[in-house]
């Protein structure tokens, strides 16, 4: 049985995807710091895939009769196409007798300003209440 043109486009997408994907890619290679440290950089690889295609008649079948086998058929269509993402996710660092696992936790980061921001915000709102009371205070204090 002859493979069929879909086949052959999601074979050659996917040995492309091979290429670029390999486990070199998650674990990435080892850095060497000045103070003797080796750092291993770890990485999440996210990979999406499609691929589609189809055979179309041009409507009219050559003698006439619905026979499948015997319609005027225009070539193959199709297409294929990847994305690939390579985001970092830790730092694996060994030295000075010690391992140590460093996170780089972007949601965490995310939390961290902003729970660092709240507390700005709300001497700032304070500030702008008690300056409003002092208005009003002292608005009212001089019509007596």
């Not at 052959?8 to 290429?19: A, D, H, P, V």
């Not at 000045?34 to 041009?58: C, Q, R």
């Not at 619905?66 to 070539?75: E, G, H, Q, T, V």
């Not at 830790?90 to 391992?99: D, E, H, S």
Request: glycine share 12%.
């Amino acid at each position: 049985m002859s493979e069929h043109p879909i086949e052959g486009l999601m074979k050659t997408t996917m040995e492309s995807l091979k290429e670029i994907v390999d486990v070199n890619t998650i674990v990435g290679d080892p850095v060497e710091s000045p103070d003797g440290a080796v750092i291993i950089p770890i990485s999440k690889i996210t990979v999406g895939f499609t691929s589609g295609g189809g055979e179309y008649k041009l409507g009219k079948f050559k003698n006439g009769k619905d026979d499948k086998s015997d319609y005027d058929k225009l070539p193959f269509m199709g297409g294929s196409g990847a994305g690939v993402s390579v985001q970092p996710v830790a730092f694996i660092v060994v030295g000075n007798g010690q391992i140590k696992l460093l996170s780089v936790d972007q949601g965490v980061n995310t939390l961290n300003s902003l729970l660092e921001f709240i507390p700005k915000v709300t001497e700032s709102l304070q500030s702008i209440i008690k300056s409003k009371d002092k208005h009003k205070n002292s608005e009212g204090s001089t019509k007596e």
